[in-house]
């Protein structure tokens, strides 16, 4: 989903259009948007990952581990391999790095969850969200909620229950969990 879709999602929820249906202009509603959508993006992500790779070429070091700079946003390591090997209980943080043990030359992939980039007032309509297609499904809801609060005639608790119940059902898991539950393709 995009920016500009979530956007018209959360106009037609708080029925911002006429019995028309010409969409009603409201300054006030549009300027909030796009920092309700970064809050929303963050909430949606802290229920279900957004899950990243990143693959790194390494060569013989001297020292026991090598260190690589951790990917821009990075949140949480997940797994990494080796030559495809799964090699996660041997690898290190430390201080913004990734300390990898000195295997040698070869290639390794980093998986790791991450920040979603932010959203503000100058985000393209066409920005794509990072999170799985149905966890943005639930965020035109969370805008909604948050879009009302303020207003003192129309009750903001039927979106956000809809999102929490939305939230519930997600598939969580991880790739390698267990359940078989797959986030997204992290290879980008």
């Known amino acids: 989903m995009t920016l500009g879709e979530g956007k018209r999602k959360v106009l037609m929820l708080i029925d911002e259009y006429s019995s028309g249906g010409s969409l009603t202009v409201d300054e006030d509603i549009n300027l909030k948007m796009n ?55 041997r690898v290190k943080l430390r201080a913004g790095k990734l300390l990898l043990p000195n295997l040698g030359s070869g290639r390794a992939v980093v998986e790791y969850t991450a920040h979603p980039a932010p959203i503000d007032a100058n985000t393209p309509e066409d920005y794509e969200f990072e999170v799985a297609e149905d966890a943005a499904a639930c965020m035109p809801y969370f805008v909604a909620g948050l879009q009302l609060l303020v207003d003192l005639v129309i009750d903001y608790t039927p979106p956000v229950g809809l999102y929490d119940r939305m939230l519930a059902k997600l598939d969580t898991s991880l790739p390698g969990s267990g359940n078989g539950g797959v986030v997204q393709s992290f290879y980008r």
């Open 35 to 89: 920092d309700f959508f970064d809050l929303a993006q963050r909430d949606v992500c802290q229920h279900k990952p957004i899950l990243k790779s990143t693959e790194v070429q390494l060569q013989r070091a001297a020292g026991s581990y090598q260190e690589i700079d951790l990917p821009q946003r990075f949140k949480k390591l997940y797994r990494v391999w080796y030559d495809d090997r799964l090699i996660t209980n």
